[in-house]
């Protein structure tokens, strides 16, 4: 009897998951775990921690969803703590186990893992089998490879859109046979380093982890309230559930795939209509592939000063202070700093709060823009390593973007998009 090990790291979902799907279908019995990697709770270089509070609390609900459903498909979810690549050998030993399927890593930090997990598994002549299942367009199917991937985004966008599809959604298995998997034995918050979190009142979204809440959102979002017919519309705004669709946390843990959602939105288009909003939630999740494919290119370039530029264009200063003042909303510029209150108490901020907060970071304070990328990596619910990395370096000017370095005028954007206040109130009053 063939038995495979399943590791779960930012797929946490049964359905549309290749490596999980392909795993039940092509063996006898399965063996899906989670481990818990110190150094994903570890302080980074720019002294800030990995994982923050919101995010780990949400990682939790994910990995509790994730356990639910697996079992009611016959199986259930190991809980590992400890360096993968000792922990996932331990288990192959200990089951016998031939293959391990997991989600192909495209991040720098993420890919030594990969490997260290692959030479360790080679060493005890057990396969180790990697799916690409995070894009909308899966990397084989787009019309140039990698190294040749257009640098500016519209030109990746209209090629991709002419020239490729994007492949179908799988199903999620129908059962699963596993030895008996110990209940789920997650650590808590304290043991991890960080804090139990409350919701602020404030907070746009009341963001639950796990497939179960997102695929609720998306039926929320598409079919009962519609909300999706006017996203071109109320994409840029800042207070409220709906103004976007908040399918960014459930992305980055992987709770849902871009496939699934973009299968979705078919449906709901072919049920309704399709119009110009329709289509931009599609082009929104092409800049998150793009991001992703970027960093395939480029690998960790993304990650220096000066980016993806070979000149030594970017600032380096830091100013503690400065950044300290930043970070908790006290610049003196209400617009940032009720976005960063916002980021600091919720673990969320709109796209047009983190356009203008990047940005005044690298050009009015003229700070090293990776300070303020490792500070979102800290506290963003959403954090994923392509998109936060990728936007940053774009908005310093170190990035992608065709026209250099993006300047915000903060008091214009406040002026356009909190015309009467009611975001900045929202944050800024006692
Ligand atoms: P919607 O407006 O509903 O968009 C739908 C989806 O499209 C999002 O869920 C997301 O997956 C994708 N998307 C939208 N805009 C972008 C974008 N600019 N880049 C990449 N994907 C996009 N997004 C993250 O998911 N994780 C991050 O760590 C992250 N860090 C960011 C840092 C900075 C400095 C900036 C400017 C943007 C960052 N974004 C990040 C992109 C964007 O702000 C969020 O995806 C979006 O605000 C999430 O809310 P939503 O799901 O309601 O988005």
């Known amino acids: 009897m063939k038995t495979v090990v399943v590791w779960f790291k930012t797929d946490l979902r049964i359905t549309d998951n290749e490596a999980l799907l392909k795993a039940v279908s092509q063996n006898e019995s399965v063996i899906p775990v989670y481990c818990f990697d110190d150094s994903d709770f570890a302080v980074t270089a720019y002294g800030f921690k990995k994982t923050g509070d919101f995010r780990a609390q949400f990682l939790m609900e994910s990995l509790i969803d994730l356990d639910t459903n697996l079992r009611a498909l016959g199986s259930g979810l190991l809980i590992l703590k400890g360096k993968p690549e000792i922990e996932i050998p331990k288990v192959v030993k200990h089951y016998k186990a031939a293959k391990v399927y997991a989600k192909r890593e495209v991040a720098f930090e993420e890919k030594c893992t990969e490997n260290l997990v692959q030479s360790e598994l080679w060493k005890l002549q057990c396969e180790f089998l990697t799916f690409s299942t995070s894009t909308l367009y899966h990397a084989e199917d787009l019309p140039f490879s990698i190294k040749n991937i257009p640098d500016v985004f519209t030109d990746f966008r209209k090629k991709t859109e002419r020239d490729s599809t994007v492949r179908i959604a799988y199903e999620k298995p129908e059962n699963i046979k596993s030895p008996e998997i110990p209940e789920l034995d997650l650590p808590n918050l304290r043991q991890l380093g960080l804090n139990e979190i409350s919701l602020d009142s404030r907070a746009a979204f009341g963001f639950i982890g796990g497939e179960s809440q997102a695929l609720k959102r998306l039926n929320y979002y598409f079919f009962e309230s519609q909300s999706v017919l006017t996203y071109k519309d109320t994409r840029n705004g800042m207070?409220?559930?709906?103004?976007?669709?908040?399918?960014?946390?459930?992305l980055a843990l992987g709770c849902i795939s871009p496939r699934f959602i973009y299968q979705e939105l078919k449906r709901y288009e072919s049920l309704y209509t399709a119009n110009e909003s329709t289509y931009w939630l599609v082009f929104e999740l092409l800049w998150r592939d793009y991001f992703r494919f970027m960093m395939k290119k480029y690998r960790n370039s993304f990650f220096q000063k000066n980016g993806l530029k070979n000149t030594d264009s970017a600032v380096a200063k830091i100013d503690f202070q400065k950044l300290q003042n930043w970070i908790e909303g006290k610049t003196g510029v209400d617009f940032?700093?009720?976005?960063?209150?916002e980021l600091r108490l919720t673990g969320f901020m709109s796209n047009r709060g983190r356009q203008n907060a990047a940005s005044y970071l690298c050009n009015d304070l003229a700070l090293d823009w990776?300070?303020?990328a490792a500070?979102?990596?800290?506290?963003?619910?959403?954090?994923?390593?392509?998109s936060n990395w990728g936007n940053w370096a774009y908005l310093a000017g170190v990035g992608n973007d065709p026209r250099g370095s993006r300047y915000f005028n903060i008091e214009r954007q406040a002026k356009d998009y909190d015309k009467n206040k009611v975001f900045r109130n929202l944050w800024l009053k006692d």
């Open 336 to 341: 940032i700093d009720a976005n960063m209150i």
């Open 239 to 250: 207070t409220g559930p709906d103004y976007s669709s908040k399918f960014s946390s459930w």
């Open 375 to 386: 500070y979102f990596e800290q506290q963003l619910i959403d954090y994923d390593v392509c």
């Open 370 to 372: 990776r300070y303020g």
